[in-house]
């Protein structure tokens, strides 16, 4: 333990693209153990199998780290209270759940997924919240040991307190009170033997000594299952601050439908991670005007916990176009400049790729701009008379484009085989020929229908990137498909 004693933690889950949410989250971890001398732990919430992938897990991994952002024990080097890999814990979670239902604070339940979406569905037809009505909880000792003898898939759910509230204070909300009803009867334990985020996330915060819960105000409403979780158990909880939300300019939420959310795609477009850090510690933070421009250093020094925001954090990016604009001009030397630049250049293997794929395409050095110049910009900047030499109607193009941004989501591991694979399933699917989807997708991504191969380039651009160019180019050809009547 440290002097302080303080020990935080980040605990993303390796189920898709880094967001900045994660990287907002961190920070302020980071920065309350380095004004606290405490430390800093990274831990990989992988309880999620279907959707948790290594490739995922080294993309978080890769993005906190070129955050700047360092911990102290990690799956990535170790340390005394790990393995720091929840998957690599699932031996530990099951002798907590037995002792919760030891107790008569948990139990065993037998619906079945087609139940419980019945159940749900009555629900909601009644405008009542979805959760579990308790059924499971009349059997008797002697027939859940029989239908579990039986080999019967079951749940391990946690018991609610039937009345009350449920009271505690939060380090950024204040004394907080949510009344039991409101709360679900929590699935601690699923029928594979994989504990619940719920129940690895209290168990191992205690065996981690975890001291100070820091997270997004999403979690704020599973407080008291958590609290009920360390009750049961006989342990004391941690201090828990709940952050508000990264929201767009509007106050939506801040989601990758609307905007773009991965640190990837911050990365690809050049900006340099000092200029986003110092962009998220602001929210974190009291400065006078023209103190803007801070360090890491800097800002853990003006690091208060105790004056934060309520109202949301805005994503602004004109202000981190700014920022990162600052950083390059103020903070950069003149080596140090180009040094970032070729580093960029490099990233993803970006320029090595781009250049082998021209090689055979060219008849001279100076085509190379125009012809790899898309794997670099920010932004493409479409108009949409640039789908209008495709053959296809632009309603033909809008439906392919709106049909390929979901489906490349479903894509665990982003390469060229991937990305060929998906594209010829739906195209299948669409009853298309392949020429006839990759027709306008070359437009998206390259802006021309002259470029380097599309699948290649796809997978060099990353699916950040892919994202946001299909998206803007939905927008261009639904210019020209006009309003629908």
């Known amino acids: 333990m440290t002097a302080s004693g303080v020990r935080v933690r980040i605990a993303p889950s390796p189920t898709g693209e880094p967001h900045v949410g994660t990287a907002y989250i961190a920070l302020f971890n980071y920065l309350f153990a380095k004004k606290n001398g405490g430390e800093f732990i990274l831990r990989i919430e992988d309880t999620d199998a279907t959707r948790s992938t290594p490739e995922f897990e080294k993309k978080v991994l890769d993005a906190l780290k070129w955050c700047g952002l360092t911990w102290s024990e990690g799956p990535d080097i170790g340390g ?40 749900r569905e ?10 579990y009505d308790g059924l499971c909880l009349s059997l008797s000792a002697e027939e859940v040991t029989s239908r579990m003898a039986a080999g019967e898939p079951s749940v391990v759910r946690m018991k609610i307190p039937a009345v009350g509230t449920c009271k505690f204070t939060d380090g950024v909300y204040g004394d907080v009170e949510i009344p039991w009803e409101a709360v679900d009867m929590q699935v601690l334990l699923k029928a594979d033997g994989m504990p619940t985020y719920h129940m690895a996330n209290v168990v191992d915060d205690h065996l981690m000594k975890i001291t100070h819960v820091a997270r997004g105000e999403e979690w704020l409403a599973s407080v008291p299952k958590h609290i009920l979780i360390y009750r049961y158990l006989g342990l004391e909880p941690p201090v828990f601050m709940h952050l508000s939300l990264m929201r767009n300019a509007d106050k939506s939420k801040l989601s990758k439908r609307k905007n773009p959310t991965s640190i990837s795609y911050y990365t690809a477009l050049g900006y340099i991670p000092e200029a986003l850090m110092n962009f998220l510690g602001l ?9 803007e421009l801070m360090t890491m250093d800097e800002l853990a020094d003006k690091f208060d916990p105790e004056n934060l925001s309520k109202a949301g954090a805005i994503f602004d990016i004109q202000k981190l176009d700014w920022l990162n604009g600052r950083w390059i001009r103020e903070k950069l030397s003149e080596e140090e400049f180009q040094h970032r630049v070729l580093q960029w250049a490099m990233e993803n293997d970006r320029l090595r790729a781009g250049l082998a794929l021209s090689q055979s395409r060219i008849s001279r050095l100076g085509e190379l701009p125009d012809l790899t110049g898309f794997l670099f910009k920010s932004d493409l900047n479409l108009d949409p008379s640039a789908f209008v030499k495709i053959k296809s109607p632009p309603e033909e193009i809008l439906e392919i484009l709106n049909t390929v941004q979901p489906d490349l989501e ?8 991937s990305i060929e694979a998906e594209l010829r399933a739906i195209a299948d699917r669409m009853g298309k020929k392949l020429k006839v989807v990759v027709a306008p997708l070359f437009v998206a991504v390259s802006g ?27 927008q261009a050809v639904a210019s020209l498909v006009g309003p629908k009547n």
């Open 80 to 119: 005394p209270h790990g393995p720091y890999r929840q998957s690599d814990r699932k031996h530990i979670y099951g002798e907590y759940v037995e002792k919760i239902v030891a107790a008569g604070h948990g139990f065993r339940c037998f619906c079945t997924p087609e139940r419980l979406e019945k159940m």
């Open 122 to 131: 009555a629900q909601r037809a009644a405008n009542l919240p979805p959760k």
């Open 283 to 291: 929210f974190f933070v009291q400065i006078a005007e023209g103190e």
């Open 410 to 417: 479903k894509i665990l591991e982003w390469n060229v085989e």
């Open 448 to 474: 021309s229908s002259r470029s380097l191969p599309l699948f290649d380039s796809m997978a060099i651009l990353g699916r950040a990137v892919v994202r946001q160019r299909l998206k803007l180019a939905s």
